[in-house]
């Protein structure tokens, strides 16, 4: 009977290896964070393992990987990074620069400079913001950008047939195009309706449809101190503001907090971390057609 068990381990030990090596014989390609994940799933196909290693719930700018996270992704075929000083631990960890994939690096110029501010996230303690706005993707013609630089990314290191992620790219481009369009005409009259958002991440957004966007420091998900329902008021009343956008939904007292003050809240998740059960086109639909009903309903 011994003997027979020994041979059911030996026979799983080896299954268990052969497994662990096919796991490791497939592709991975990481990226920095959800938004640049979903790009990378659309243009590789299912050959290659794509991997967002920030766990639900964390601030993806500024997380902090393990050393075990590190090892995983200085293995990985290709690193995608957002740039914009976006995830500031990789200034901090050796990655092999020759799977370094910077995918804002074609519109640098065109980068959004902003205030440095220094400021808390959570138990992460004190960052700051480096003078540059980092959500470039939430502008759906830098998003196109970035997602060609990944497509020519995944090609140069031969994860895909060029065929298949051309034609991937094409239908992807086409879906970002169509949603730029949408928002263009969605938002064709919120120009001249103030609005604040609880997390400064939008001046990408604010910028393509002509938006004016105040941003506080708020924590994301979080119900705001008395303080900070005050200064809201006072800052509504200063801009004339009428719609709070939400980088992820608060308690519902918050949102009644909001409306006693005048502020139709929307939810805009930013799709940089992990938690949506959307994708990041019907996230961007959804925001946008929130605003735009917002914007309407407040001009009544």
Request: charged share 20%; aromatic share 8%; with cysteine.
């Amino acid at each position: 009977m011994v003997q027979i068990w020994k041979c059911v381990l030996a026979v799983g030990l080896v299954l268990s290896l052969g497994s662990a090596a096919a796991a490791q014989d497939r592709p991975r390609v990481v990226a920095v964070h959800q938004a640049l994940a979903d790009f990378a799933e659309r243009l590789v196909g299912d050959a290659t393992e794509v991997v967002f290693p920030v766990p639900a719930g964390v601030d993806a700018s500024f997380w902090r990987p393990s050393i075990a996270d590190i090892s995983m992704i200085q293995s990985a075929d290709l690193i995608l990074l957002n740039g914009a000083g976006f995830a500031t631990w990789i200034d901090r960890v050796s990655l092999p620069r020759s799977r370094l994939v910077n995918t804002s690096r074609a519109f640098e110029d065109r980068y959004i400079v902003t205030e440095s501010i220094t400021h808390s996230h959570g138990d992460g303690g004190e960052h700051a913001h480096e003078g540059i706005a980092s959500y470039t993707w939430l502008d759906p013609s830098l998003a196109i950008a970035q997602a060609e630089a990944i497509a020519a990314a995944i090609v140069a290191r031969e994860l895909a047939a060029a065929e298949d992620v051309e034609a991937r790219l094409d239908a992807f481009r086409s879906e970002l195009t169509d949603l730029d369009a949408t928002a263009q005409d969605a938002l064709s009259g919120a120009q001249d309706v103030a609005m604040i958002a609880t997390h400064p991440r939008y001046q990408y957004f604010a910028q393509r449809y002509s938006l004016s966007i105040t941003s506080l420091e708020w924590e994301a998900g979080a119900m705001p101190s008395d303080d900070q329902i005050t200064a809201l008021g006072n800052l509504a009343k200063e801009r004339d503001a009428r719609v709070l956008i939400w980088e992820a939904r608060p308690p519902p007292e918050a949102i009644e907090a909001a409306e006693a003050l005048g502020l139709r809240s929307v939810i805009f998740e930013p799709w940089a971390n992990d938690g949506t059960h959307y994708t990041f086109i019907e996230a961007y639909e959804t925001a946008v057609s929130d605003i735009s009903d917002a914007v309407s309903h407040s001009s009544n």
